[in-house]
């Protein structure tokens, strides 16, 4: 596989103090310094960050950026993304220390969103601390998931699955059009592609080991006062059981765990439903609160 996994996120945030709360009393990661100038980042691994929130006037995507075996295949991959008609910028040493990474490229999808490839991230080998959240599940399956909003998802399509080599894992239909879900390792995905006017992240998921993690998440949702999204459900396309808040920028953010895993070869399917049970809906808070 080309792409091994879904690497970091950087996000554009207007709130620090609310993403603080966020990120590190809700989410349970562990902020560690960085030197993105005034950002936050966050560790939950073996990964210097796998997040890093960076102040701005404007929210949203920075960067998703998705994990390549080495040099070599990333060289090999601008060749060819560039051969198809990206425009492929090189990271500087100075972006890569940023990252903590050995080498990256920056690009953007036909959807609009800024995405990374990158090789080599540094590691930290002490144990990350993580209270309440026994282990965040991530190693070959990387750091989760992403869903990215796409004004021409068969574009999208043709960009991650032809081109980057992801494989398609399921569909859905949607009023707007059919919602892609796709992997690169043996998480059931790893990206979602989703019919949307404009680009932008729509949700992100992080996953613990078992129910005692996400129960735990839902206890300090509701002592930090965060916005639910869906109720706890169990999907029906990677069986996650999870349930979504809203972030101070309002992407829906996802805590899950037994999501599935699956062989590259597992054929693709439809389904009629998002979830066997749950997911109840409540739309985010006005923006006076
Ligand atoms: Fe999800």
Redesign the pocket.
């Known amino acids: 596989m080309p792409i091994h996994s879904l690497g970091y996120l950087r996000l554009n945030v207007t709130d620090i103090p609310a993403w603080r709360r966020f990120a590190g009393e809700f989410l349970a990661m562990q902020e560690v310094s960085g030197s993105t100038e005034g950002a936050l980042h966050y560790r939950i691994d073996s990964f210097h960050h796998r997040l890093a929130l960076i102040p701005a006037e404007t929210p949203g995507l920075a960067a998703a950026a998705f994990q390549v075996t080495d040099s070599r295949d990333l060289d090999r991959m601008v060749t060819e993304l560039e051969t198809a008609g990206s425009t492929v910028t090189r990271g500087s040493k100075e972006d890569c220390e940023l990252r903590q990474v050995s080498g990256f490229v920056s690009l953007t999808d036909p959807g609009g969103n800024p995405i990374e490839l990158f090789h080599g991230p540094r590691f930290d080998h002490s144990v990350p601390v993580t209270p309440g959240v026994s282990a965040f599940v991530t190693g070959d399956l990387g750091m989760g ?1 992403i ?1 990215l909003n796409m004004a021409d998802v068969e574009a999208g399509y043709r960009f991650y699955v032809d081109l980057l080599g992801f494989s398609e894992r399921n569909t859905t239909e949607s009023p707007d059009g059919t919602l892609y879900f796709l992997g690169c390792n043996a998480r059931q995905h790893t990206l ?1 592609l989703a019919p949307a006017a404009g680009p932008g992240l729509l ?1 992100f ?1 992080f996953e613990g080991v078992n129910l005692d993690d996400v129960g735990r998440a839902l206890d300090r949702a509701y002592r930090y006062e965060v916005p639910m999204m869906q109720s706890l459900g169990r ?1 029906t396309n ?1 069986n ?1 059981v ?1 349930f979504y808040v809203w972030s101070p920028d309002l992407h829906a953010v ?1 805590f899950g765990y037994d999501g599935e895993r699956v062989d590259p070869d597992t054929p693709s399917y439809d389904i009629t439903e998002g979830a066997f049970w749950g997911h109840h809906f409540t739309p985010p808070p006005s923006p006076t609160g």
């Open positions: 998931h869903i979602g949700h998921m999907h990677d996650m999870s996802e």
